[in-house]
């Protein structure tokens, strides 16, 4: 097992407007983008579990040529709205870093 | 073949950029500069407020080189989503920046002044029309929700910023714009091809956010042609490579291969990417494809009240094993407090209490998945907000004293639970705003939305 932290080049959380979070995990390596996309460990439904919210407002997006994988859900709270605790969005992908990809 | 050299001075203008860098790009003979002048990542306030987000100094520095640079090669300078919000009150503000600029350098050039408020009469009778849609998600829309927006804004395409260029506008000074019209513009009035315009539009907006590794927000510039463009950086310490330009489609965007701008979509699907050097990149493949309409994004924000801070952490374990219960009842308790002091005049629905607990779930609140944790601190952020400056004010500073003593059932005698770093403890924020649209409007064209004057300066 390898956390994806430590095999991804960028994880990383934003606002796209502000009433959607969007996350992208890139890889610097075709090596690295291949392993995580065929663990399948990122996908809708696991995300959907971790970020509370139902599969269908979850998508999903590989990028070849960017050696991307990006996924975006409605923003857990609209952006400075009473209860949110990002205005830029930017440290909502901290439980991804710990996730574990098989060998 | 078409080529049009497009200079994009930084991600943002105020941000900066290096002196060199933007003069390097002057030598390359651009046809059109263009900067980015705001957005609502920073948050409602500079809509709500209609103040801007970066400094007069670093936008009024980076606007005096912008507009000797255009004046030296005589093309057009286009700025859009001026004082961060968009709204009229930034585009008066930079079109303030610029004038004194041009008096203090002697310059002269035709301003356009492209407004992109909203009229709430309009806006109102259009969603009587049916001609106004959510995006998703969006909250919902009523004449209520329009008539009590501080401001609303429009965010306009590159049509009325061409209609300015083609009337002789040298300077374009525009509100809420898409970022990547500005960029896209020149080249589709000069005839470049659609995708490769676009697409370069939507890279050269952030500046050097494109580059495998950022020092800091600075020039980059596109040779847009007929089916391909060409990307560089300015500083020469700093590159691009296929996978970092590719990646930019990414950034602030749910979907990395559709784009939606006012007039149409961008379509990076087949677009390829090369390495033209170890700096520069081709981007080929690339399309725009035309809506059917024009369709125009609302932003819009309202007062959410007047707020206070307090922040004060907690070391006691006492505390600390029971803080969620000595969060309620204190916020319970102090609600009797309130109708003393206010003589009933404020009701539990008048005044909000919200507190984060970093530490714990500051920043990831009900997503936190290690909710239950907490170490041997925490600090407690609350904010305070009523409709009123003065009783937030009166209510923050009762309640820091208030929470401060709240007891638990451990300890007899009085216990100060807070530590606040600092007295007093509360903070006045002042008014606070909320994002309240979400929406697109369907005009009959796309001009009817935004209003052009014309200045000699």
């Keep these: 097992m390898t956390r994806l932290g430590d095999l991804a080049q960028l994880i990383r959380s934003k606002n796209a407007g502000a009433f959607t979070l969007t996350f992208d995990v890139m890889f610097d390596t075709q090596e690295s983008y291949e392993r995580v996309r065929a663990s399948k460990v990122l996908n809708k439904k696991n995300f959907a579990a971790m970020y509370h919210v139902p599969e269908e407002e979850v998508t999903f997006f590989e990028h070849d040529a960017a050696r991307a994988i990006k996924i975006s859900i409605p923003r ?18 901290a439980p991804l870093v710990d996730l574990e990809i098989p060998d | 073949m078409t080529e049009v050299r497009v200079l994009s001075a930084s991600g943002q203008i105020g941000s900066g950029f290096l002196e060199s860098s933007f003069q390097r790009g002057i030598s390359l003979k651009p046809h059109v500069i263009a900067c980015d002048g705001g957005s609502t990542d920073a948050g409602p306030v500079h809509l709500g407020s209609g103040k801007p987000h970066f400094s007069r100094e670093g936008t009024k520095r980076d606007l005096r080189l912008m507009l000797k640079g255009r ?26 920046i610029a004038l004194e ?34 995006l998703s998600p969006a909250p919902s829309i009523s004449e209520d929700v329009i008539d009590r927006s501080t401001h609303i804004v429009g965010m306009m395409g590159h049509e009325p910023l061409a209609d300015a260029v ?34 370069a539009a939507k890279i050269l907006e952030c500046g050097t956010a494109c580059v495998v590794q950022r020092k800091r927000p600075d020039s980059i510039m596109a040779w847009v042609r007929d089916d391909h463009f060409d990307i560089e950086p300015m500083d020469m310490d700093v590159r ?40 520069s990149v081709r981007v080929n493949g690339s399309r725009f494809r035309p809506a059917e309409q024009v369709t125009i994004k609302l932003e819009g924000a309202e007062l959410a009240g007047y707020q206070a801070i307090i922040i004060g952490g907690v070391r006691e374990p006492f505390i600390l094993r029971q803080l969620d219960s000595w969060l309620a009842a204190m916020q319970e308790k102090f609600f009797a407090r309130v109708q003393e002091m206010f ?14 607990v970093y530490g714990r779930d500051g920043v990831m609140g009900k997503l936190e998945p290690y909710a239950d944790r907490i170490g041997h601190e925490v600090a407690l952020l609350f904010t305070i907000t009523t409709a009123e400056e003065a009783a937030t004010d009166a209510i923050a500073k009762t309640f820091a004293h208030f929470a401060l003593h709240y007891p638990i059932p451990e300890w007899r005698g009085l216990i100060s639970g807070i530590a606040f770093p600092m007295a007093p403890a509360h903070v006045n924020r002042g008014p606070a705003y909320r994002f309240n649209l979400n929406h697109v409007v369907v005009p009959d064209s796309p001009l009817e939305m935004f209003r052009t004057e014309f200045m000699e300066v």
């Design chain 1, 76 to 93: 857990p709270y609209v952006q400075s709205s009473r209860e949110d605790g990002d205005a830029y969005g930017g440290q909502q992908h």
């Design chain 2, 71 to 96: 004046d030296q090669l005589k093309v057009p300078l286009i700025i859009g989503s001026c004082g961060f919000g968009g709204g009229d009150d930034g585009v008066a503000w930079m079109r303030d």
């Design chain 2, 101 to 134: 600029i041009a008096k203090e350098e002697g310059l002269s050039f035709r301003l356009a002044l492209v407004r992109s408020e909203q009229d709430k009469e309009y806006l109102k009778r259009r969603l009587r029309e049916g001609r106004i849609r959510p």
């Design chain 2, 166 to 199: 083609s009337k002789g506008a040298e300077v374009v000074l525009a509100g809420r714009a898409s970022d990547t019209a500005l960029f896209s513009t020149v080249p589709m009035m000069m005839g470049a091809g659609a995708g490769p315009a676009w697409h």
């Design chain 2, 240 to 279: 691009c490579s296929a996978q970092s330009v590719a990646s930019h489609t990414l950034y602030e965007n749910a979907d990395p291969f559709l784009i939606t701008e006012p007039s149409g979509t961008i379509d990076s699907y087949e677009s390829r990417y090369q390495a033209l050097n170890d700096r």
């Design chain 2, 343 to 356: 003589n009933g005049r404020l009701g539990r629905d008048d005044y909000d209490i919200h507190v984060r």
